[in-house]
């Protein structure tokens, strides 16, 4: 199975301030990545696909990036309604499976 | 718009059967597949395999083989997630959700299990 890493565990920062995470996997998964949000209690949203394909309705401060085995997602400007957690996960074949998560908290 | 909507909180004890549902709306529901995927209290996301709606085939991942079995109700949009012999472990919140080519793009609003004597 291919493994997903993602770094930071946890995250710390201020409203307007610009982060990212990063997700290394474990073999070459070409452009099959995606990343979700999900905020305490609630299910996870699709934020990008492939990589870099925003989801429908989602704000053009997120931006994915990456290929092969190393993919990031930033967060341009920071905003209030941004802070939960993050997780990548691959769609290339099955098992798909998620990195461990990023919990971004308000500073 | 697309939704799936789960049903409510279980309480079960150790050794009973659980058996949650995610009922389908605004799309065909044959045309995607559907993903399970199960979060311990606190911890990250798992995937626990998927059904194709239209022929029916389950697939579990390796940890979800045994005990755990997926089915659907076409006619009604709808997928099931079974749990039998359950155990303490077991205990999480489990959300259904729409797999479009192999990107899971819609999300149940989750259901909450928990197992306990």
């Known amino acids: 199975d291919i493994q997903m890493t993602q770094s930071p565990a946890s995250l710390s920062a201020s409203v307007g301030e610009t982060v990212t995470i990063t997700c290394r996997a474990s073999?070459?998964?070409?452009?099959?990545l995606a990343w979700y949000q999900q905020k305490q209690g609630k299910s996870p949203q699709l934020l990008v696909y492939?990589?870099?394909t925003l989801a429908e309705g989602v704000p053009s401060r997120f931006s994915g990036s990456g290929s092969g085995t190393q993919f990031s997602l930033k967060i341009n400007s920071l905003q209030p309604e941004d802070f939960g957690s993050y997780y990548c996960?691959?769609?290339?074949?099955?098992?798909?499976?998620f990195g461990g998560g990023t919990k971004l908290e308000i500073k | 718009q697309i939704q799936l909507v789960q049903s409510g909180p279980e309480l079960k004890k150790p050794g009973e059967t659980v058996k949650i549902s995610c009922k389908a709306s605004?799309?065909?529901?044959?045309?995607?597949?559907m993903n399970w995927v199960k979060q311990a209290p606190g911890k990250g996301l798992k995937w626990m395999g998927w059904?194709?709606?239209?022929?029916?085939?389950?697939t579990y991942a390796d940890d979800f083989k045994g005990r755990f079995a997926f089915s659907l109700e076409t006619s009604a949009s709808t997928a099931y997630l079974q749990i039998n012999n359950l155990k303490n472990e077991d205990t999480a919140t489990y959300f259904c959700?729409?797999?479009?080519?192999?990107?899971?793009?819609?999300w149940g609003q989750g259901t909450t299990l928990t197992v306990s004597s």
């Open positions: 073999e070459n998964i070409y452009s099959y």
């Open positions: 059904i194709n709606t239209y022929t029916g085939e389950p």
């Open positions: 605004g799309y065909t529901f044959t045309n995607y597949g």
């Open positions: 996960q691959h769609h290339y074949g099955t098992p798909p499976t």
């Open positions: 492939n990589a870099k």
């Open positions: 959700a729409r797999w479009a080519t192999m990107i899971t793009d819609y």
